[in-house]
């Protein structure tokens, strides 16, 4: 089983949408897709009752310490990819979730404000050697030069070539994951011929490639850069952890990306 993790440190990046539509395009590519729900905003609980009992199914997960067992039932129930969606910020449930995963994706807005508070995520991911790429979320569909603005950011705090950790495509911001959200489906379910659909599905496409064999962003990058120390707490104590010791994953596979392949 493969698990994704969307965590970013601000609010308004559009994580759970994209958990979403990232979920049920998974599911389309024959998985068997759970959603966990970390943020007790619950934003996925509510897209679920919204739906009803259609595939996947949403469970909320709050407490850090039952994820790593949760992970480990659903791999032996069957579930072949997860997406744990967490709430802004960096908590002890954030962190677990980064910890647990197979990679971390760190959706931001094309602002630089955006891209700079993703630092704190970005450290944690680098502390437990979690492979991570970043997602450039809600673009405008005419506005390069806020593209380029949030990619030169990236490209001073990138772990390596930006080319490598820079999910493609570019999501832009139309109103149908809004209207799919209201609606308790996928915007490959509410529109599956349109634009944003065909968006997630090549960004799904993307992640499934760094999944099957191609992840080295977390591993490598860690060994380029001092590891960052953070806190996160259990109960009433604060624990300062130590990255585990895990072995490297293969090589990257070279990508060419264009900065305005969704504009």
């Known amino acids: 089983m493969y698990t994704i993790v969307l965590a970013t440190q601000k609010g308004g990046s559009g994580k759970s949408t994209l958990a979403i539509?990232?979920?049920?395009?998974?599911?389309?590519a024959r998985h068997n897709v759970r959603l966990i729900e970390t943020d007790k905003q619950g934003t996925l609980s509510n897209w679920q009752a919204r739906r009803g009992l259609a595939e996947p199914i949403v469970e909320a997960v709050y407490d850090a310490r039952d994820i790593e067992q949760r992970l480990q039932a659903l791999e032996r129930g069957g579930v072949t990819l997860t997406v744990i969606d967490t709430a802004s910020g960096t908590n002890a449930a954030t962190t677990a979730a980064i910890r647990y995963s197979d990679l971390c994706i760190i959706p931001a807005r094309p602002?630089?404000?955006?891209?700079?508070a993703m630092v704190p995520t970005l450290a944690v991911a680098r502390a437990w050697r979690t492979p991570f790429?970043?997602?450039?979320?809600?673009t405008p569909i005419r506005g390069g030069h806020r593209v380029n603005d949030a990619t030169?950011?990236?490209?001073?705090?990138a772990p390596r070539d930006l080319a490598e950790v820079l999910a493609q495509p570019f999501i832009v911001m139309r109103n149908d994951h809004q209207d799919a959200l209201a609606a308790g489906l996928a915007v490959s379910e509410y529109a599956p011929s349109g634009k944003s659909a065909a968006e997630i599905r090549e960004l799904w496409r993307w992640i499934d490639n760094r999944l099957h064999g191609s992840m080295v962003a977390g591993e490598?990058?860690?060994g380029e850069f001092r590891e960052e120390p953070f806190r996160f707490v259990f109960g009433e104590t604060p624990v300062r952890p130590t990255a585990p010791v895990v072995p490297p994953l293969p090589a990257w596979?070279?990508?060419?990306p264009s900065w305005d392949a969704c504009l």
């Open 21 to 28: 539509g990232l979920a049920l395009a998974a599911r389309d």
């Open 220 to 222: 490598e990058a860690a």
């Open 152 to 157: 030169s950011v990236l490209d001073e705090r």
């Open 253 to 256: 596979r070279d990508i060419d």
């Open 111 to 116: 602002s630089v404000a955006d891209i700079e």
């Open 133 to 138: 790429a970043f997602v450039l979320n809600q």
